[in-house]
T-cell receptor, first 112, second 114 residues
C-alpha cells in the first residue's frame, strides 16, 4: 500500500548542479502534479500531467522540467539549481478530475 | 491568479480548547477543501465542501462553505496534542471543479500545549 513515493527525501545541491526528484504512484492514477512548499506561501503548483505523454505548466514552472513516459512515474528535473529553489517539494496524484489529491511525503531540497 | 488568504497564520492553544480558522478569496470557488499537514508529512484531505452554505463534519472537525462562495471556515472542537500541524484551505483554480490544479492558502500553523 505504497501510495505516492518520493525520492530522495533530502538533498543538498550546489548552485548550477542538476538533479531529478523522483515520484512514483502505484494507484493507477492518471493525474500527477508537483508542488513546492515555502514558509508563508502555502503550496504552489509547478507542473502537472493529466496522463502519460501529457504535461503542462502550473503556477511556478520556471527552472523545472517534467516528463511523463509512464502512468506510474512523474520525475521533476532541475537543470541548473539556484538558491531560490530551496524548498520542500511534494508530488501528488489523483484518479480522476474530481478525485481526492494524494500527496507524497515530500523531498527537502537545499541549494547552496 | 486566484489567491486564498488564511487566518490566523498561527495559533497557540491549550489542549481542550476549540479552534477556529478561516479562508477568504476575492474570487468565487465552487469547491472548498481543507487539508492537514503533519510535521514531516504531505498534506492529507480532511473535509471537502461542494455547495454554498454546506456544513460538514468529520469527527471533531466541522467546516462550512460560505454563502458568498468566497470564504470557508474550519472549526476543531476540544483540541488534542495530535491536532498539531499546518492546516490548508484549497480550491480548484478558475472556479472549476477539478481537484488537480488547486490553489492553496498560506496555511495556519496550530500548536497545542498539553
Amino acid at each position: 500500500n505504497a501510495g505516492v513515493t518520493q525520492t530522495p527525501k533530502f538533498q543538498v545541491l550546489k548552485t548550477g548542479q542538476s538533479m531529478t526528484l523522483q515520484c512514483a504512484q502505484d494507484m493507477n492514477h492518471e493525474y500527477m502534479s508537483w508542488y513546492r512548499q515555502d514558509p508563508g506561501m502555502g503550496l504552489r503548483l509547478i507542473h502537472y500531467s493529466v496522463g502519460a505523454g501529457i504535461t503542462d505548466q502550473g503556477e511556478v514552472p520556471n527552472g523545472y522540467n517534467v516528463s511523463r513516459s509512464t502512468t506510474e512515474d512523474f520525475p521533476l528535473r532541475l537543470l541548473s539549481a539556484a538558491p531560490s529553489q530551496t524548498s520542500v517539494y511534494f508530488c501528488a496524484s489523483r484518479v480522476s478530475d474530481a478525485g481526492e489529491l494524494f500527496f507524497g511525503e515530500g523531498s527537502r531540497l537545499t541549494v547552496l | 491568479g486566484q489567491q486564498l488568504n488564511q487566518s490566523p497564520q498561527s495559533m497557540f492553544i491549550q489542549e481542550g480548547e476549540d479552534v477556529s480558522m478561516n479562508c477568504t478569496s476575492s474570487s468565487i470557488f465552487n469547491t472548498w477543501l481543507w487539508y492537514k499537514q503533519d510535521p514531516g508529512e504531505g498534506p492529507v484531505l480532511l473535509i471537502a465542501l461542494y455547495k454554498a452554505g454546506e456544513l460538514t463534519s468529520n469527527g471533531r472537525l466541522t467546516a462550512q462553505f460560505g454563502i458568498t462562495r468566497k470564504d470557508s471556515f474550519l472549526n476543531i472542537s476540544a483540541s488534542i496534542p495530535s491536532d498539531v500541524g499546518i492546516y490548508f484551505c484549497a480550491g480548484p483554480q478558475a472556479g472549476g471543479t477539478s481537484y488537480g490544479k488547486l490553489t492553496f492558502g498560506q496555511g495556519t500553523i496550530l500548536t497545542v500545549h498539553p
